[in-house]
């Protein structure tokens, strides 16, 4: 695929200017009835135009609540507690609601994870794309539309002139995926946020989708994040990677490098389980146990449980990210070292 | 509805380990903590019923002895008042303290049991309907169509005026007041509970209808239907004191509290209290019944609407 | 979509044979009209002039054929009081009830829908503990109470407002009032249970993450959605508001439909009680029909499953 060049393009571009977005030290608490819980802690990611970076993590891992924290778009029981999201050099926790709002939709945008629930019932498909057009550019209605029908057609809608005026319960969760992601790059964003787009959906048009979001990509310089647990669509989509563990990140590191040597447990633990054609496996290894709910996580390492490489160290005191080389981070007491 | 339940937890959590009087520790015992305007409700709630059920016991005066030397007599509390009569007289002279406690009693004895009919005769049809499905269902639907085109009201003056408003005809038509909603409510609570695979089971093992109904199903959705016929007991209560209002409720010599207002609005100028005092009471219990409704609702069964 | 809508029709016409059957059976069924009409003395020959004239002398299998016949050929019966068609006295004092119960219509849904969405909006303040204690409250309040409180308040004590009658615009504050305060409470708690319900839907997410304005997300993407349940809810409420303005017209001696009818049914004035009955049934059949079409309308889902049906 086209990774090798777009990678080249992107270390260029990292050393010559800043990342479109960097987030550093985000951390959100939910107030539950249950209890105050810190569900996403201290993360850092960045990603810069034109580049992939894939998000991993088991289900619960805090992905979701990440990202909608960078776009400010908790639910009201959600709050940050700390940390600075900087996109363009800005401090996007700073802005004002109302600049807030002129630049969601306009210069970052988000797919939802649910696309059935994410559209709106009583509103028509072309509607609701025409809609992020009307907010953000000064478009006559007929322009409008005609760029919403371009919009349909690009993300591979067929027949857009009769979708145009169809509602979501007509769509499928594929054609709503589709329509979902022509509504967030109509206006063509800086940054887009897409929440697993391919999940439940078949894997022919999972490949249609990933092929389409790339494509999107590199037509229009945005930076793309992409929030997954599927680890194949990240070694097909992603130039970058940072794997989640329970609220926090706990590796990042360039795709190949990622997937050539994993230096923490567990994301050695992700790749053993994954199907591969290039190595014989009696049955797939998938970790043990499960990842801890918000109201058990603990100071020190949260992999320990599940872990096979731990001692007392990583009890307690929580693991710093050790550098290793220019281009890669891991957040483990006792990283794997290639063998 | 998670974050309706969260409304009525919240408050429990924020008032736990603060220092707690004689009253928030009981009501944090019966689960009530911090929820003060319920507590208030129930209160009051339990002192209408021991008034209704033992105020004969200090009723001062009969509630039709009349004494025409002191009619519409104020109440102590007004100028002109006497402690002989403590809320007053009315236009006969009658004691309206005394007339108070009375009606309350027919007035509580009315809405429940009314309340009652209308919940185990709505819940059997629904129960049925949703048994034999087919057309017994459809009739019942049909008839739910019928009850729901004609306001209550209308139709309980017109039954009332016409086939005699002796006290049994009164409670039978306050009772079904309300019959369509149990009815619906059990029965796609019924349907739904029949679907469920452990019910399915324990029919395939050969046990009888009624049996698998009274073990079974009754027990899930007795709870839900508590909660209805809470939520339905005011409206029970105001059909029958509107009823009453109008002059083709209770009858004289009984008397309920709608008829104490009614007469009552004859008087308005001269003597308000008559009218004031039972309209006070109607207030505050159908108010504090509705209070504890939606926190038994919210509490118990966050389904219901 | 013909076949559904001819469906709910003959639907709605069996509701109303039914009601109009029921109540013409429980009425005549219920005893000799003529003995509570005339003093007890009166001679039965007399009696039985009057049966034959009004038509009760026959079976009352006979009076039910005569009675949907004289409808059908719009004759609803004569007053037995009046002496004059049970039409003419409902038709004459319809625009007073009109005019109250549209006036209350009306202001309790402004009212009602948009309190109950600054409720849910602003969840939790003061402004939605302030409202919905309001309308639970106005709901628990018989009304008729709430009427006389007023009289006594604003009409009694201020004398700012007439006690009893209508004609002046003044005369209509009192009554729509009282009427409105209990229809606004109930159509504002179920205003601000869809909307809290709608608020936490995804696709109001969506709406934000697009950089749609507050004001905008509220219009344009969670009113359309909140309105779907909130319409049956006031269309079931209409039903409520001719009950209660039966009671309030009553109260106020306003001179409408439903005041005569609560006299007629004193009296057991059969044809008043029979055409008020027969009518009101039909306005809520009619309103619950005008109901289903505006949900089909508001709500793209359902107009599909009525095709499919
Ligand atoms: N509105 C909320 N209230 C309370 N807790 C929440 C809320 N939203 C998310 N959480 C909690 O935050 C944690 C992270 O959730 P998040 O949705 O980010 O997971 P995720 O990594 O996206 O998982 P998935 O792959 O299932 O989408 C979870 O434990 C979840 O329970
Ligand atoms: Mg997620």
Redesign the pocket.
């Known amino acids: 695929m086209s990774n090798t060049q777009n990678h080249g393009t992107n270390a260029d571009h990292m050393a010559a200017s800043p990342p479109l977005l960097e987030v550093r030290g985000l951390s959100v608490v939910?107030d539950?009835p249950e209890g105050s819980?810190q569900?996403v802690d201290h993360v850092d990611l960045k990603v810069s135009s034109g580049q992939t970076l894939g998000l991993v993590?088991e289900?619960?891992?805090?992905?979701?609540?990440?990202c909608l924290a960078m776009l400010r778009l908790l639910?009201a029981?959600?709050r940050v507690i700390n940390g600075e999201v900087l996109f363009q050099e800005q401090d996007l926790l700073k802005l004002s609601e109302d600049d807030m709002t002129q630049l969601r939709g306009c210069k970052i945008a988000m797919v939802f994870?649910d696309p059935m629930v994410s559209l709106n019932p009583v509103r028509t498909i072309g509607w609701q794309i025409s809609e992020s057009l009307h907010l953000h550019q000064n478009i006559s209605r007929e322009a409008a539309k005609r760029r919403t029908l371009e919009m349909l057609d690009l993300v591979g809608i067929p027949e857009p002139k009769t979708r145009y005026n169809e509602y979501p319960h007509q769509f499928s969760g594929g054609m709503s995926q589709r329509a979902m992601i022509a509504m967030a790059i109509a206006c063509e964003p800086k940054l887009l946020i897409a929440d697993?787009p391919t999940t439940a959906l078949d894997v022919t048009i999972q490949a249609q989708i990933l092929e389409l979001l790339s494509q999107l990509k590199s037509d229009l310089d945005m930076a793309l994040i992409l929030?997954t647990?599927d680890l194949g669509v990240i070694a097909e989509a992603a130039d970058e990677v940072a794997v989640?563990y329970a609220g926090r990140v706990v590796e990042e590191a360039p795709v190949f490098d990622l997937f050539d040597n994993p230096m923490h447990p567990y994301t050695l633990g992700l790749l053993n389980s994954l199907p591969r054609v290039d190595r014989k496996v009696d049955r797939l290894n998938a970790i043990e146990g499960s990842a801890p709910?918000?109201h058990e996580f603990v100071e020190g390492c949260r992999f320990e449980q599940r872990c096979g490489h731990c001692d007392d160290s990583c009890t307690g005191t929580r693991p710093d990210f050790k550098n290793i080389g220019t281009s890669r981070r891991v957040a483990c007491m006792h990283p794997i070292t290639t063998s | 509805m998670t974050t309706k339940q969260a409304d009525s937890v919240m408050p429990s959590h924020t008032a736990t380990g603060v220092k707690r009087g004689w009253l928030s520790a009981t009501m944090h015992r019966w689960g009530l903590s911090g929820e003060w305007l319920v507590t208030a409700a129930l209160i009051y709630i339990a002192f209408i019923l021991f008034i209704a059920v033992f105020g004969f016991t200090f009723q001062p005066y009969e509630h039709t002895k009349q004494d025409l030397f002191n009619q519409l007599q104020p109440p102590v509390f007004m100028d002109g008042g006497s402690w002989d009569h403590i809320f007053g007289t009315d236009d006969l002279g009658r004691d309206v303290l005394s007339r108070l406690i009375k009606g309350l009693q027919l007035s509580v004895l009315i809405g429940v049991v009314g309340t009652v009919i209308g919940a185990v005769l709505g819940s059997v049809l629904g129960i049925v309907a949703a048994h034999f499905r087919g057309w017994v269902e459809e009739v019942l639907m049909m008839l739910v169509d019928v009850q729901v085109s004609l306001p209550f009201i209308i139709f309980a003056l017109a039954v009332l005026a016409f086939v005699g408003n002796s006290l049994t005809v009164l409670i039978i038509v306050v009772g079904i007041d309300g019959w369509e909603r149990y009815a619906r409510l059990s029965r796609s609570m019924v349907l739904s509970c029949n679907a469920q695979d452990y019910v399915r089971a324990v029919r395939s093992l050969g046990l009888s209808n009624y049996k698998i109904y009274r073990r079974h199903v009754l027990p899930n959705i007795l709870g839900t239907l508590v909660v209805q016929a809470t939520i339905n007991l005011p409206g029970v209560i105001l059909l029958e004191s509107t009823l009453s209002f109008l002059g083709l409720g209770v009858q004289p010599p009984m008397t309920s509290l709608g008829q104490i207002l009614g007469v009552g609005r004859d008087y308005l100028i001269l003597a308000p209290w008559i009218a004031v005092l039972p309209g006070m009471v109607i207030f505050f219990l159908t108010l504090s019944i509705a209070v504890v409704g939606d926190w038994l609702r919210d509490r118990l069964d966050p389904t219901l609407k | 979509m013909t076949r559904y809508i001819i469906i709910k029709l003959a639907r709605s016409a069996f509701t109303l044979w039914f009601v109009v059957s029921a109540v013409f059976l429980v009425l005549r069924a219920s005893g000799d009209p003529l003995y509570s009409i005339f003093s007890l003395g009166t001679p039965e020959s007399t009696l039985d002039i009057y049966r034959e004239k009004w038509g009760i002398d026959k079976s009352i299998f006979e009076q039910y054929i005569i009675y949907f016949q004289d409808i059908f050929r719009g004759d609803f019966g004569t007053s037995f009081f009046d002496a004059r068609p049970a039409w003419d006295l409902i038709v004459e004092r319809l625009p007073n009830t009109l005019l109250l119960g549209g006036t209350t219509f009306v202001i309790s849904v402004v009212a009602g829908v948009s309190l109950g969405a600054i409720a849910a909006l602003m969840r939790g303040s003061k402004w939605d503990r302030g409202i919905m204690t309001v309308a639970v409250a106005s709901f628990s309040m018989p009304s008729y109470f709430l009427g006389l409180l007023l009289i006594l308040f604003f009409s009694l004590e201020m004398r700012w407002l007439p006690t009893a009658g209508a004609g002046t615009w003044q005369h209509l504050i009192l009554p729509a009032t009282t009427l409105g305060l209990t229809l606004s409470g109930t159509i504002a708690r179920f205003t601000r249970s869809a909307m809290l319900e709608v608020l936490r839907q995804p696709y109001m997410r969506t709406a934000r993450a697009k950089g749609a304005s507050k004001w905008r997300q509220i219009v344009w993407h969670a009113l359309p959605n909140a309105a779907i349940p909130t319409v049956t809810v006031i269309g079931f409420q209409l039903g409520w508001l001719i009950g209660g303005s039966v009671v309030i017209e009553t109260v106020f001696s306003w001179p409408g439909a439903g005041r005569l009818f609560i006299v007629a049914v004193g009296v057991r004035d059969f044809a008043v009680v029979q055409m008020f009955i027969l009518m009101v049934a039909s306005t809520v059949i009619i309103a619950n029909l005008l109901v289903d079409i505006l949900y089909g309308y508001l709500d793209p889902r359902i107009t599909i499953t009525g095709i499919k049906k």
């Open positions: 939910f539950t819980h569900v993590g289900s619960g891992s805090g992905k979701s609540v990440t639910a029981r959600g994870q697993e929030i647990h989640m709910p918000p």
